[in-house]
């Protein structure tokens, strides 16, 4: 069993930058695969970036490159997604997940633990 505490969101400007953090515990972190979800108000929840149990294996979707990056901080159980260059449709809620699997995944139904969710909203 893993439980995971979501921290950061906020209101930003278009343009500017926030950071999410997620704390797990009840496994070792360094066997689990971490991902950020995000669903916005009538919108399926998606897939944003994942990464694997090396944190030289991560993945993004395509709105997400170039602007968002995900790291892990195994010694301190936490996974954080900094994001950049932020705009009105990065608007949603934003999930932490994991994952026992040892391959990373972008699949929503692969990941078997999820975070409380935290409000990230961009104004125009």
């Known amino acids: 069993q893993v439980q995971l505490v979501q921290s950061g969101g906020g209101l930003v400007q278009a343009g500017g930058s926030l950071r999410l953090s997620c704390a797990a515990s009840?496994?070792?972190?360094?066997?689990?695969?971490m991902g950020w979800f995000r669903q916005a108000p009538g919108k399926e929840r998606e897939f944003v970036a994942a990464?694997?149990?090396?944190?030289?294996?991560?993945r993004y979707t395509d709105s997400a490159k170039s602007r968002f990056t995900i790291s892990r901080d195994n010694a301190k159980n936490t996974v954080n997604l900094q994001m950049n260059s932020l705009k009105p449709e990065d608007t949603a809620v934003y999930y932490c997940?994991?994952?026992?699997?040892?391959?990373?995944?972008?699949?929503?139904?692969?990941?078997?633990?999820w975070g409380q969710g935290t409000q990230v909203t961009v104004s125009s």
């Open positions: 997940a994991a994952t026992a699997r040892i391959y990373v995944s972008t699949a929503l139904r692969e990941f078997d633990y």
């Open positions: 990464i694997g149990w090396s944190d030289s294996s991560t």
């Open positions: 009840g496994r070792t972190f360094s066997r689990l695969a």
